[in-house]
């Protein structure tokens, strides 16, 4: 079966630094993305990554072990507005995104 | 670039009413469209995926005769929730994607709120 495991919610403080971990079973394999998704509103993009390794994009990196079916997001100078649900969704052999429930991730002051 | 929208954004309906709900591509050609349902703090669930001009694919559990998704164009596709009842109160959002790209670009969502 498919499966997608990350944490159900997170808290951290804001101007800190968060790692959200995500590992996964699919069948196939073809890239594993990253949403943003705030309470009421629809996921918007974040990442994709195809090859292991780490992305960095300004406050966000977002890395890739496939051989060991494991992602992470990092998110760095943590923001009051980072306050969201995390998705973590790879993309299995049918080109599908399968979803995982998401981390809520909580930013205090 | 790649922006989809989503009419109505919120609906109240009485049950036993339809309600349909459009999305569209305003800068690219979606040649497959997906609809999710969200419930209330939970993950993401795929309903259908359709293809322009070819019947939806609906996930297991999903009743076609229920929601009806039509995806007539490249910019355009709607679904339908027929009868709808209070159960079927939930967030409604669409994604597009083009070519052979995985990225898929959401709709905003629609709220529907059967009483």
């Known amino acids: 079966g498919q499966n997608i495991d990350q944490p159900t919610e997170m808290t951290a403080t804001e101007g800190a630094i968060v790692q959200i971990n995500c590992t996964y079973q699919?069948?196939?394999?073809?890239?594993l993305f990253w949403y943003q998704q705030h309470a009421g509103e629809a996921p918007t993009f974040l990442s994709y990554?195809?090859l292991d390794g780490l992305e960095e994009k300004g406050r966000f990196s977002s890395f890739l072990s496939r051989s060991k079916g494991y992602s992470y997001l990092l998110l760095k100078e943590l923001q009051m507005k980072d306050s969201a649900s995390y998705l973590c969704?790879?993309?299995?052999?049918?080109?599908?995104?399968?979803w995982g429930a998401g981390t809520k991730l909580i930013i205090k002051p | 670039g790649a922006v989809v929208s989503q009419h109505p954004s919120w609906v109240i309906c009485k049950s036993g009413t339809s309600v349909k709900i459009e999305c569209r591509s305003l800068?690219?050609?979606?040649?497959?469209m997906f609809w999710y349902r969200q419930f209330p703090k939970q993950s993401l669930m795929l309903m259908a995926t359709?293809?322009?001009?070819?019947?939806?694919?609906?996930e297991q559990g999903v009743e076609k005769d229920k929601f009806l998704i039509n995806h007539a164009s490249l910019t355009l596709s709607t679904l339908t929730v027929t009868s709808a009842h209070p159960e079927d109160s939930s967030f409604y959002i669409c994604?597009?994607?083009?070519?052979?790209?995985?990225?898929?670009?959401f709709g905003p969502g629609t709220r529907l709120t059967v009483t």
């Open positions: 994604s597009g994607r083009y070519n052979s790209e995985y990225e898929q670009y």
């Open positions: 699919t069948s196939g394999f073809n890239g």
């Open positions: 800068d690219f050609q979606a040649t497959t």
């Open positions: 359709s293809n322009e001009g070819s019947k939806a694919t609906y």
């Open positions: 990554n195809v």
């Open positions: 969704a790879p993309v299995d052999s049918n080109y599908q995104l399968i």
